[in-house]
């Protein structure tokens, strides 16, 4: 099978941590053809979408004492070619956040992908409809306390009811803009007004969850299935538990409770079309729910001797036989 994946610009991955290469890799190692392309190199013409497509080849990356190891040229672009997106079985909607105009402008070309012809991953309705942030407001059950507002005096009643909360741009990605306040803060009101661009753009504050020192578990979902988690943890000075901030990792078990918010999860999942999914937990409390472009494969993948792109790959490629 043919499987294209719509990334940022490959010499910008980095081959040890992205999700991406490891499921690049994985449908090499399951005797697919890998192609790339860009959302910027996306088109539509005469009702169909097309993309300037570059196949390439991957070396694996291989596993040192605690990390993997990457060759310097680890990846060998053949000649772009634009061709129609039906073409491909399948298409990885993997460009990384945030979720600005062009990117929505992408997911609409992606509509025109023939859906009887090529799966796509995830579903850009889905994209659409599953900001990282909000998305995770419908359930309620499995949530922290949580408001959305630009107003100052809305957010500081929050944060002087729980004590001390956590304000997130609901655009941002890997723990950028991500703040911690206390309502005694002198400097309380500056950064409600810079993180709302002065009372124009709501923010989401949650209560902080004094867990989040143990670690932020991340725990990837695919169709809705849990299939394997890694623990990121603060390091240092760091409340953010984040990698892409310096948090280590850990190995991490599912348990009851996440695997009960996997389940409330899971049939809204499946119904937008959102099959590769990443949730945040701090504390038995679902934080975040990541659609874009999930990462955490490489590192669960280390920590636990298994492959999870493998799997993924696998699933596609019986989702494609069952049609």
């Given at each position: 099978?043919?499987?294209?994946?719509i990334?940022?610009?490959i010499q910008?991955l980095?081959?040890g941590?992205?999700?991406?290469v490891a499921?690049?890799e994985?449908?090499?190692?399951?005797?697919?053809?890998?192609?790339?392309?860009?959302?910027?190199?996306?088109?539509?013409?005469?009702?169909?979408?097309?993309?300037?497509?570059?196949?390439v080849?991957?070396?694996?990356?291989?596993?040192?004492?605690?990390?993997?190891l990457a060759?310097?040229?680890?990846?060998d672009?053949?000649?772009?070619q634009?061709?129609?997106?039906?073409?491909?079985?399948?298409?990885?909607?993997r460009?990384?956040?945030p979720v600005?105009i062009p990117?929505?402008y992408?997911t609409?070309i992606?509509d025109?992908v023939?859906?009887n012809?090529t799966?796509v991953m995830n579903?850009p309705?889905?994209?659409r409809?599953?900001?990282?942030k909000m998305y995770?407001l419908?359930?309620?059950?499995?949530?922290?306390e949580t408001?959305?507002?630009?107003d100052?005096?809305?957010?500081r009643?929050?944060v002087?009811?729980w004590?001390?909360g956590v304000l997130?741009?609901?655009g941002?990605?890997?723990g950028e803009?991500?703040?911690?306040l206390e309502?005694?803060?002198r400097?309380?009101n500056?950064?409600?007004?810079?993180?709302t661009?002065q009372?124009?753009?709501?923010?989401?504050v949650?209560?902080?969850?004094?867990a989040a020192k143990?670690?932020d578990k991340r725990?990837i979902?695919?169709?809705?299935?849990?299939i394997?988690?890694?623990n990121r943890?603060?390091?240092?000075?760091?409340?953010?538990g984040n990698?892409?901030?310096?948090g280590?990792?850990?190995a991490?078990?599912?348990?009851e409770?996440?695997?009960?918010i996997?389940?409330?999860l899971?049939?809204?999942?499946r119904?937008?079309?959102?099959?590769f999914?990443?949730i945040?937990?701090?504390?038995?409390?679902?934080?975040e729910?990541?659609?874009?472009?999930p990462?955490?494969?490489r590192?669960?993948d280390?920590l636990?001797?298994?492959?999870?792109?493998?799997?993924v790959?696998?699933?596609?490629?019986?989702?494609?036989n069952?049609?």
């Amino acid at each position: 099978m043919k499987f294209a994946f719509i990334i940022d610009p490959i010499q910008t991955l980095d081959p040890g941590h992205d999700t991406s290469v490891a499921l690049m890799e994985a449908a090499q190692a399951l005797g697919h053809e890998v192609w790339i392309t860009q959302a910027t190199q996306l088109s539509v013409a005469n009702s169909q979408a097309l993309a300037l497509l570059q196949p390439v080849s991957l070396t694996p990356v291989t596993l040192g004492e605690n990390r993997w190891l990457a060759e310097p040229n680890w990846y060998d672009l053949g000649p772009a070619q634009l061709l129609p997106l039906d073409e491909m079985d399948g298409v990885l909607m993997r460009t990384d956040p945030p979720v600005t105009i062009p990117y929505l402008y992408a997911t609409y070309i992606l509509d025109y992908v023939n859906p009887n012809k090529t799966l796509v991953m995830n579903s850009p309705q889905g994209l659409r409809a599953a900001n990282e942030k909000m998305y995770a407001l419908q359930f309620t059950e499995a949530i922290p306390e949580t408001i959305v507002s630009q107003d100052k005096t809305v957010i500081r009643d929050a944060v002087e009811r729980w004590g001390a909360g956590v304000l997130k741009p609901l655009g941002g990605k890997a723990g950028e803009g991500i703040l911690f306040l206390e309502g005694g803060d002198r400097n309380f009101n500056s950064i409600i007004e810079v993180s709302t661009f002065q009372g124009k753009v709501p923010v989401m504050v949650q209560t902080y969850l004094p867990a989040a020192k143990e670690g932020d578990k991340r725990i990837i979902l695919l169709n809705g299935e849990p299939i394997g988690a890694v623990n990121r943890i603060p390091s240092g000075k760091e409340f953010r538990g984040n990698m892409a901030v310096g948090g280590r990792v850990a190995a991490a078990e599912i348990t009851e409770r996440e695997l009960q918010i996997c389940s409330q999860l899971a049939s809204t999942l499946r119904r937008d079309g959102l099959m590769f999914v990443g949730i945040d937990i701090i504390g038995g409390y679902l934080t975040e729910v990541n659609v874009t472009s999930p990462t955490g494969i490489r590192e669960i993948d280390r920590l636990n001797t298994v492959r999870l792109g493998q799997q993924v790959i696998q699933w596609m490629v019986e989702t494609l036989n069952q049609r």
